[in-house]
C-alpha cells in the first residue's frame, strides 16, 4: 500500500492528512476552525499557501456539510468539509444524516481532544464517531498518527464505491501535532479484507429479468437516485427506448432520464404526477432501478403496484426485497447489470414486445391528457407555479438545488432536469439545505449557472451562509417563494388537522429580504406580481454576482396532486381532470371509501365522508 519509492519524510500527523487529501484529487474544503482541530488548519494554510487546494469558510458547520454535499451530488466527487471537536462536530450531524440518508460520498473530518483527555468530559468534547455511528458508511478515531495516510485512503475508498456515503475520521488534537516518519499511500491501492461491493449482477438472474421484460404488457421502469450514483441515464434511455417502456422517477432520481422525452412520466409517489402514479398501480411489470421502495413513494405499500412482478436492481443487498419481494433480484453496480441486460437482448425481442406494448403507452396517454400538471393563473396574485416555470424556461440547463416544502415540490413537478443538475435533500428533508447545497455546486462548477429555489421558512435556517457568498463572490442565484408561511406545514394542518395553523405561520417577523441582502453586500430584489416575473428573473441571471430574489406568492396555494398518508398512490386529491369541454374541474377521492367524485358538494356520495 505505501509508495516506497517516495523518501520517508519527517512529518505531523496534520501534514498526512492535508497531504493525503491533495493526492486524493481534493481541491476544496469547507469548514469552520477552532481549537481542536486548529493544527490541522495550520498545515491547510501552508497548503493553501502553495496552492491546488482551497479553504471555504463557512458561516455554520451545518453549512460546511451541506456545501461538501451539494459540491458531490453535481461532480459525482466525494465532498470534504472540517470541523472542531464538540459543537462543531455536533453541528455536522444533520449534514451528515443528509448525506448517509441520500447515499451522497462525504469525508467528514472532525477536530478531537487529546488522546489522553478522551471520556474525561474535557472542554469541548463530545464522542462524535458515537453520535454520527447509525449516520455514516464508516467512522475511524486516528490513534496513531502513522495510520493516517492509509485511514484517508480508506475514508475515500469506503465513500465512493459500491452504496456511496459519509465517512467520518475524528482526529485528536495531539495525533494532529506528533512528529512521525511520513509515506505517503497510493490512493488506487487500497484494498480493504471482507469489503467486495458486488459490481456485477448474476447473470442468470439477468437472463429472468429479460424473460419477464419481454412477457410483460404493461411494463413500467421505476429510477431511483442509484442510477444517477451510477452514471446509468444513457443505459436507462436505451432500455426504455429499446423495449418502449415507460419512466418514472424518484425524487433522487430526477435528471436520470431526460423529462421531455416521450415516455418520461416525471416523479411518482406523494406528489408525483397522476399518470406516474396511475401507472405503478396497473402495471403488470415494475422494473426498479436503484431504488428504495421509500414511502412517500409507494403511499400504501400493500397495494404500491400490487398487480405487478417486481424487477429489483440495486447494489447495496440489503435494500432488495426491504420492502418488497421482487421476483428478480439482482444485486449489483446498476450501470454494469443494465449494460449486461441490453448485451443479452435481441432485436427479435424488441420488435414483439413493442406492438404488444402500445395499447398500454396509449392508455398511459390518455391520463397524461386527462391529468396534466396545472400552472395556476390568479387574478391579483402571482402562483408558486409560475416562478419556477419561468426559471426553467430562462435556465433549462442550469443545477437546481433546493430546500424542503411545497416549493421543493413544484420545482421537482416543473423542472425538467439533466443528470446530477437536480440538487435536494430527499430522505432526511432537511431545511436548509439548499443555500449552503447550491454553494458547494456553484464552488465545484464555477462556469455553470447555479440556482437555489428556497421558501420563506427553509432559507431562514442557513440564511447566514450569504456571508460566504458576499466573501468568495460565489455567483448563486438564490430565489425564495415567500407565501409567509411553513407551507407543507400549513397545508398537512388544513387537509388533515381541523385547520389549527398550529406555530405556521410565518409572517410576523419576516425579514426584508431586499434588505437582508443588501446588509450581506448581495443584490436584492423582490417580485410582487406577474408582470414582473419574467423582466426580474432575467435581471437576476445576468447580473454577474450572487442575487437574492424574493417572489410574494399566492399565500394559500397548495401542491396537488397528493397521495394522503395511508392511502394507496391511485387516492390522489387536488386532481385536475379535462372535462368533455376541456376545462379543467377538480377530481377527489374520498379519503375514506377510495371512491372518485367529480363533484361541487363537500361530501363523497358514495360513503357520506365530507371532503
Not at 56 to 64: F, K, N, P
Not at 492 to 506: I, K, L, P
Request: glycine share 10%; charged share 20%.
Amino acid at each position: 500500500m505505501q509508495l516506497q519509492s517516495v523518501a520517508v519524510k519527517r512529518a505531523s500527523g496534520a501534514f498526512a492528512l492535508i497531504d493525503s487529501l491533495k493526492r486524493h484529487g481534493v481541491k476544496h474544503i469547507f469548514g469552520y476552525p477552532g481549537g481542536a482541530i486548529l493544527p490541522i488548519y495550520d498545515e491547510l494554510y501552508r497548503a493553501e499557501a502553495a496552492g491546488g487546494i482551497h479553504h471555504i469558510l463557512v458561516r455554520h458547520e451545518q453549512g460546511a456539510a451541506h456545501a461538501a454535499d451539494g459540491y458531490a451530488r453535481a461532480t459525482g466527487e466525494v465532498g470534504v468539509c472540517f470541523a472542531t471537536s464538540g459543537p462543531g462536530a455536533t453541528n455536522l450531524v444533520t449534514g451528515i444524516a443528509t448525506a448517509h440518508m441520500d447515499s451522497i460520498p462525504l469525508v467528514v473530518v472532525t477536530g478531537q481532544v487529546a488522546r489522553a483527555a478522551i471520556g474525561s468530559d474535557a472542554f469541548q468534547e463530545t464522542d462524535i464517531w458515537g453520535i454520527t455511528l447509525p449516520i455514516v458508511k464508516h467512522s475511524y478515531v486516528v490513534r496513531d498518527p502513522r495510520d493516517m495516510a492509509r485511514i484517508t485512503a480508506e475514508a475515500f475508498y469506503i465513500a465512493s464505491s459500491g452504496r456511496p456515503g459519509p465517512v467520518l475520521i475524528d482526529v485528536p488534537k495531539d495525533v494532529a501535532l506528533e512528529e512521525f516518519d511520513y509515506v505517503p499511500v497510493d490512493p488506487s491501492s487500497v484494498k480493504l479484507a471482507g469489503y467486495r461491493p458486488t459490481v456485477r449482477g448474476n447473470p442468470r438472474q439477468v437472463v429472468q429479468a429479460l424473460k419477464l421484460i419481454r412477457e410483460s404488457r404493461q411494463p413500467l421502469l421505476y429510477i431511483g437516485g442509484g442510477a444517477i450514483a451510477a452514471g446509468a441515464h444513457r443505459e436507462v434511455r436505451e432500455l426504455a427506448e429499446r423495449f418502449q417502456i415507460p419512466v418514472t422517477t424518484t425524487l433522487m432520481g430526477k435528471g436520470s432520464f431526460e423529462e421531455t422525452h416521450p415516455l418520461a412520466l416525471g416523479m411518482l409517489g406523494m406528489h408525483g404526477t397522476a399518470y406516474a402514479n396511475f401507472s405503478v398501480t396497473e402495471c403488470d411489470l415494475l422494473i426498479a432501478v436503484g431504488a428504495r421502495f421509500d414511502d412517500r413513494v409507494t403511499g400504501k405499500l400493500d397495494e404500491f403496484a400490487s398487480r405487478a412482478k417486481v424487477i429489483h436492481i440495486d447494489i447495496d443487498p440489503a435494500e432488495v426485497g426491504k420492502n418488497r419481494a421482487p421476483q428478480v433480484p439482482i444485486v449489483g453496480d446498476v450501470r454494469q447489470v443494465l449494460t449486461d441486460l441490453l448485451q443479452r437482448s435481441t432485436e427479435d425481442g424488441d420488435s414483439r414486445y413493442s406492438t404488444q406494448t402500445q395499447a398500454w403507452l396509449e392508455r398511459i396517454n390518455r391520463w397524461r391528457e386527462d391529468y396534466p400538471l396545472v400552472v395556476p393563473q390568479y387574478p391579483g396574485s402571482l402562483a408558486p407555479q409560475e416562478v419556477i416555470v419561468e426559471l426553467s424556461r430562462q435556465a433549462p440547463a442550469a443545477y437546481y438545488t433546493t430546500d424542503v416544502g411545497q416549493h421543493q415540490m413544484w420545482s421537482a413537478q416543473f423542472l425538467k432536469n439533466g443528470p446530477r443538475r437536480w440538487i435536494s435533500s430527499a430522505g432526511l428533508g432537511t431545511m436548509g439545505f439548499g443555500l449552503p447545497a447550491a454553494m458547494g455546486a456553484k464552488v465545484a462548477l464555477p462556469d455553470e449557472q447555479v440556482i437555489c429555489i428556497s421558501g420563506d421558512a427553509s432559507f431562514q435556517m442557513n440564511l447566514q451562509e450569504l456571508a460566504t457568498l458576499a466573501q468568495y463572490g460565489i455567483n448563486v442565484k438564490t430565489v425564495i417563494l415567500n407565501n409567509g408561511w411553513q407551507g407543507m406545514v400549513r397545508q398537512w394542518q388544513e387537509a388533515f388537522y381541523g385547520e389549527r395553523y398550529s406555530s405556521s405561520n410565518m409572517e410576523v417577523g419576516m425579514p426584508d429580504f431586499v434588505k437582508l441582502a443588501d446588509a450581506f453586500g448581495i443584490k436584492g430584489m423582490v417580485i410582487h406580481s406577474r408582470e414582473e416575473l419574467q423582466d426580474a428573473i432575467a435581471e437576476m441571471l445576468a447580473h454577474d454576482g450572487p442575487v437574492l430574489v424574493e417572489a410574494r406568492v399566492k399565500r394559500d396555494e397548495n401542491c396537488y396532486p397528493m397521495v394522503a398518508p395511508g392511502k394507496s398512490n391511485a387516492q390522489m386529491i387536488g386532481l385536475p381532470e379535462r372535462d368533455k369541454l376541456g376545462k379543467a374541474a377538480e377530481l377527489i377521492y374520498c379519503n375514506s371509501c377510495g371512491a372518485k367524485n367529480i363533484s361541487t358538494n363537500n361530501f363523497c356520495p358514495e360513503c357520506g365522508t365530507k371532503l
